[in-house]
């Protein structure tokens, strides 16, 4: 049962739109799935790797400004991004993974936001080349129905969920669990761990950078500050994951239903609309204090929880 | 090309005051990393902070913003000992599987913070409007043959002066007060420390508030000369970052040295490339750091002393 609980449940998901949901409701279905993807792809360096980065808004920003400039300046349908990504993002992986990487814990981190930042002003300044701060919007949409990118969509989720459980299930993610778990061990039992955590920055950078090539042709707009965003994007995507459970297949997709439902029904409330920063922060607050693995990764802590209450 | 000769002379001015605020900005997040060993990411925000406690106090009971400096800096001591002592401090005992919690945690304060300033105070431009704003000394007025004009903000030179005044307080508490030094033996190593009978817990505490009121000070500096919006502390954050990083993890001189240095840097590509691209000159010296000077200014600091 529990072997074929992912093809249930993408089973299940492929049958979704048929039960007629309205346009809102399938907009907050992608964007679930959408924030999974980049969930799970953070998950893959943060979870497993250890390195945690607060920087994942360069790569979606990579992938959003390939598929971006591709009809901007060529002309060409920004669908032609989803498979140009893998090339331009491991470009950029590799160049943060070479400035990055050299650093450990909190300085990796910290390198690279920093990094996020330099991307996001470098785009706000090559105006010619991004549409700097105006941004650039894609005149023709391809389909009107919102149905057909809920399959793109899911197939890269679903894609992205199976490379990751080959991934960790295979010598690769032992390799990056040894370095998370102590990289002066690893190392001297012979893991390079150098290029493990290139080939872990890679692999999540892609796969984000699949999603921002995808969000440049669901919303048809980008501009640096949405794309590149400090809060909304780097942030966010450590919350999904901290929130839905750090080193979990499924802790990445329970993080994306909360935050993605939180966040809407915060915004739609108007006199809470504006503090949505505030009650982000104060859950990530409340989750590092009292489950600090996350939703998933603390499940049986949770359980105990209720069940203490319930019988007393 | 005395034109030049002045142009760059002015930068370099403007850029070495600007880098003496920068620096005490840096001293704090250094101090709280030497002790705690964890980046604070709300140093902004807690400057940010300040500088509203500072532009009040100035809209309100009229009181210049110089002088704030000690009404923000008690208040920031008790903001930073009180995240500590019940956010932080909590934190540090749970078990988890990353070990960056605590670096996530004072994310989320941070944020926090930044909305409800934008809240209370809304997301307008800020600024206090002094008289003295836009008086200056300038160099042909004392100096009448002199080949160029150069010149000298008011508001720059004091903030500046009173920066150099904490700083050389804070080197005389860290050095010759019993609490300064059982500071620095926490930083330098906690275990020997908790031996010999220092209060590690307490030290944390105080060292966070410290950090806190020495950003807080450098609030009251910045706002006399600098506008104020809710989401500026993200920014300060990074040059606090940066700072730390090339002035070498932990180290007090190499803060200060550090924070000069980026204030010139960033003066200078703001004069010769365009405002836009300050920030980008930030980092380039930041990745240079990275790659040519891991250690940071204190390492080479140590070499030249451990050479002789």
Known sequence: MKRFLPLIILALLAILPLIGLSTYMMHIVILVIMWSVIGMAWNLLGGYC????????????????????????????????????????TVVSLFIGFLCLRLRGPFFALATLAMGEVFRVTSENLVDFTGGDLGILIQERTWVEKIWYYYIILFIAAGTFFLIKKVIESKLGYYFVAIREDQDAAESLGINTTL????????????????????????????????????????????????????????????????????????????LGVAHHTFFGILLIVIIIFLSNGIAGDFPKIKRLFRIRGTS | MSVQI????????????????????????????????????AHGELMMVAMYIAYWVFVLFHIDPYLSVFISMPLLFFLGVGLQKFLINPVLKVESILPEN????????????????????TSDYRSTPVDYATKAWYLTDYWKAAPFELSLSFSWTVSFIIAVIITILLWFFLAKTDMGK??????????????????????????????????????????????????????????????????GLGSTVGAIIGGLILGVFESMTATYLGMGWAPVGRFLIFVAALIFLPGGVASLLRRKRFGK
């Open chain 1, 50 to 89: 250890g390195q945690v980065s607060f920087g994942h808004a360069a790569y979606f920003g990579a992938g959003a400004y390939t598929a971006g400039i591709l009809y901007f300046k060529l002309g060409l349908s920004p669908w032609w991004g989803l498979p140009l990504t893998i090339i331009v993002v």
């Open chain 1, 196 to 271: 493990y955590k290139t080939i872990a920055l890679c692999l999540s950078g892609i796969l984000t950078g699949f999603a921002g090539a995808f969000y440049t042709n669901y919303m048809g707009y980008i501009d640096p500050k949405v794309v590149f965003a400090l809060h909304d994007i780097s942030i966010v995507t450590i919350m999904v994951v901290m929130v839905g459970g750090v080193a979990t297949y499924w802790g990445p997709v329970i993080g994306a239903i909360i935050m993605v439902f939180l966040a809407e029904i915060i915004r739609s409330i108007p006199w």
């Open chain 2, 6 to 41: 002045e142009v760059f002379l002015q930068t370099l001015i403007a850029g070495l005051l600007l880098g003496g605020l920068y620096a005490l900005i840096g001293l704090g997040m250094t101090i709280i990393m030497g002790v705690m060993k964890i980046i604070n990411l």
């Open chain 2, 102 to 121: 605590q670096v996530i945690l004072t994310v989320g304060i941070g944020m926090v913070l930044s909305n409800l300033a934008t809240i209370f105070f």
């Open chain 2, 182 to 247: 059982s500071i620095r033996a926490t930083a330098q190593d906690l275990d020997a420390a908790l031996l010999m009978g220092v209060n590690v817990k307490k030290m944390r505490v105080i060292t966070f508030g410290i950090g806190a009121s020495l950003v807080g000070a450098a609030g009251s500096l910045f706002i006399p000369i600098y506008y104020l919006y809710p989401s500026l502390g993200g920014q300060f954050t990074l040059i606090a970052f940066v700072i730390t990083i090339l002035g």
